[in-house]
C-alpha cells in the first residue's frame, strides 16, 4: 500500500483539479490510499462526487490557504503548522504518508518542505529534478529553479540524486549522467563544471555511468538520462524548451488552417497530431520531483487539470515504490565514505 | 555601395557555400561588392561558375586556413596575419571592407577579431547577439557565447549594444529590451541581473525601452526586442530551443508516417508545413553578430548551406547600411558621458 498526502488547495484550481486528478491516478493505482488537507467546505461537495476515492481518503481540515503569489518566506509565516501546505508535507515527516503532492507555489513548498523535512546528510541544498520529453523517452533533468549557482560539490550531489532518481523512475540500473556546459573551449568560467566532471571522472561511481559534458541540444535528443546544471541555467532551458514547443504548436496550427487544402490535409492527419500533443504534453510529464530531503515531495504544475495532477501523483507512486530515498541516501553515503576513507593503511590503495 | 569581406574557407564546406552564398546575396543587394579571401585553386573554379560575382569581387589567395575544431589560441599563433580568417577581417580594419562574414570556427573567429579589430572604448568584452524567431517575427538574444558570466554593467553594455542592433536591423526607433531570469522570487544569486535590472531602470535611456525581467518561455513568444543575458545561459538557452525544434519536427514526420490517412493528411497539408520549416528555420536567421569590436563582424553557422550562408551576408550589409556601429558608439557615449557628470552646480540635478 502506498500512502500519497495530498495538499487539496494548491494550484490554480484547488481541490476541483486535485480530487479528480488523484480519482484517476487511484484507478491506475488501486493499492493507493490518500491523506487529504484543505479547507472542509470546499473539498466535501467535491469529494462526495468521487466514492471510490472518498473512501480511500482521511480528510482533514486547514483553515489557511497558501496563494499561488505568497512569497515563500510569507507564506513560512503565515502558514506554518496551520495550512494545507504545510500539514500534508508534515504528513510525511510524521510518517503518516509516503510521499506528498502539491501544486502550490513552487517557493513556498520549498521552503515550508525545507523547514519541515530538513536536508538529507552531505545535502546542502536541495534540487528540484524535471521529467524531460526526448526523442529516445524522458530524461530527467535538475536543478531546475531550487538553487541559483552552485559549485562542483553541489552539481556531484545533484548527479548522484539525478542518477538515483532516474534508477526509481525508469528502472534502469545504471544510468548516464551529464553535465550541460558550452561547447567553447577555452573560455573562462564556470569552473565548477570542469571541476565538477573532473570529480564524477575520478570517482567512477558504480550507480551511475558519467558521460562527460552535454550541450543545449542533446537534452531533446536523450543524449544521457540525467542531465545536471545549477538553477537558473536549468529554469531558463526548460522555460525555454516549454516556450520552443508551444511556438512550434502555434505556428503549425496557424499554418494549418490556412488554406482549404491544408484543413483537410489537418483532419485526415488529426490522429497524428494528437500523438504528438500527448508526447509533447507537459501534463504527461508533469512531476518535479524535490531531491535531497527526508521525504518525498512532488511538485504538479499549479495550472494543471486532474490529467496532469494524476501524473503527478503517478510520479510520487513510481518514487515510493520504487524506494527512492532510500537509494539516494545509500548512494550519498557510498561515495562520502570513499571520499574520507579511514586512516590505516589502506589508505594509499 | 557595401563592400563585404568573406573568409571563403570557414565552415563545414567552406568555399563550396561560402562562394554560392554571396551570389545567392549578390543578386537580393547588387549594390555589393565582396574581398575575398581564400586558397585560389579552391576558389578559382568555383567563383568562374558565377561570372556576376566574379565581377563584383576582388580575390585575394591564402596559403593558411583556419580549421573548425582548432583551440584559438593555436588559430592565433598559427593564422596570424597569414590565414583567410585573418586577412579577411584585416580588411574592415583597413577599411578595405564595410564588414566580414567568416563561417568558420566560432572561438578562433572571435579571438582574432578581438586581436586585430580591439574592443570599442568602455567595452571590456564583445558578445555575440542571435536572431531568433518568435511568434511575432524576430528578437534579439546576446550573449550567446562569447563570455560566460558578466557583471551587471557588462549587462548593461549587452543592452545598449542590443538595443543599437535592433534598431539596424529591425529599423524600430526605440526597442524594448528585457533581461532574461528566473520567476522564482526570494532565490539568492544573480545579484548582477538585478543590480543590472536597477541600472537600466535608473537609466531611462532614450534609445531603449527597458522592460524588465523576462524568463525563458518569453523569449519565443517575441516579449521583447532584445533578450539579455550572459553566455553561459544565453548559449543554453539558444541551443535547447534549437534541439527542441529539431525534437518536435521530427516527432511530426514519425507521427505523420505511421497511417495512410496521416500521409495523405501530409501530402495535402504540405505547403502548410513547408511555410513552418521555413519559420523555424536556423538558415533564414543564421547570422550571429559580433557586438562591440571597432568593426562589423558577422559568424555564420559552420553547417549551413549556400542559403544560411547568403542570409549571413545579409544581415551583414543591414548593419552597414543603417550604420550598426556608429550606433552602438553614440549610444555607449551618451549613456557614459551621464555617467560621469562635470562636477559643478548642475551635479546634484
Redesign the interface.
Known sequence: MIRISLDAMGGDFGPAVVIPGAAKALERHPDMVFVMYGLQQECEPILAKFPKLKEKTTFHHCDVAITMDE???AALRRGRYVSSMWRSIEAVKSGEADAVVSAGN??ALMAMAKFCLRTMENIERPAIAGIWP??KGESIVLDI?A???ADAQQLLDFSLMGGAMARALFEIEKPTVGL?N?????????EEVKEAGRMLREANLSTISYHGFV???????GVVDVVV?E???G??????????????????RS??S??L??K??????????D??RE??DPRKVNGGVFLGLNGIVIKSHGGTDAEGYAAAIDVGYDMVRNALNQKIVQDLKTYHARRLPPAGPEEAA
Chains 1, 2 share one sequence.
Open positions: 512569497k515563500p518566506s513552487t517557493g526526448t526523442l529553479g538553487t541559483i549557482g550541460l558550452v561547447g567553447v573551449e577555452e573560455v573562462k568560467g564556470q550541450e543545449g541540444d542533446d537534452i531533446g535528443r546544471t538553477g537558473f541555467t529554469n531558463i532551458a526548460l522555460k525555454t524548451a516549454e516556450g520552443t514547443a508551444k511556438q512550434m504548436a502555434e505556428l503549425l499554418a494549418m490556412r488554406t487544402m491544408s483537410i490535409g489537418y483532419l485526415l492527419a488529426k490522429g497524428a497530431f500523438r504528438l508526447k509533447m
